[in-house]
């Protein structure tokens, strides 16, 4: 069985941008390439105003050359931006205090929907 199959969604990092393409590194084995046509439904003027050096993106896989290790792939059709697993944590004037204050009720209406089970 095949690593990929097309139609696959995976994550990728940009590890070239050029003017008719973005190569794309998926793992130790598989490379890929999302052409110029891939990268959106709307006229292209510059491929790095979608993704840059470095980034880690989603793909869809389009097409696979088995003996190339090489995935002919698309952003044009999906959410390929990822969204960073914790954003920035934003500190308030109130810090714990909320939480200090609400923890005894989420506490008495936890201890009351077990009760209720019982």
């Known amino acids: 069985m095949l690593a990929y199959q097309v139609g696959d969604i995976i994550e990728g990092i940009v590890t070239g941008v050029t003017e008719y393409g973005a190569f794309i590194e998926i793992d130790d084995i598989y490379s890929g390439l999302i052409h110029i046509s891939e990268i959106s439904k709307s ?16 793909c869809e896989v389009l097409a696979i050359d088995v003996e190339k290790h090489h995935l002919k792939l698309s952003i044009k059709d999906i959410n390929y931006k990822l969204i960073p697993k914790y954003g920035k944590i934003k500190d308030t004037k109130h810090g714990f205090k909320i939480l200090q204050m609400k923890l ?4 008495r209406e936890k201890i009351k929907e077990m009760e209720n089970k019982n």
């Open 43 to 58: 006229y292209v003027k510059s491929i790095e105003d979608y993704v840059s050096v470095g980034e880690s993106i989603l």
């Open 104 to 107: 005894p009720i989420w506490m």
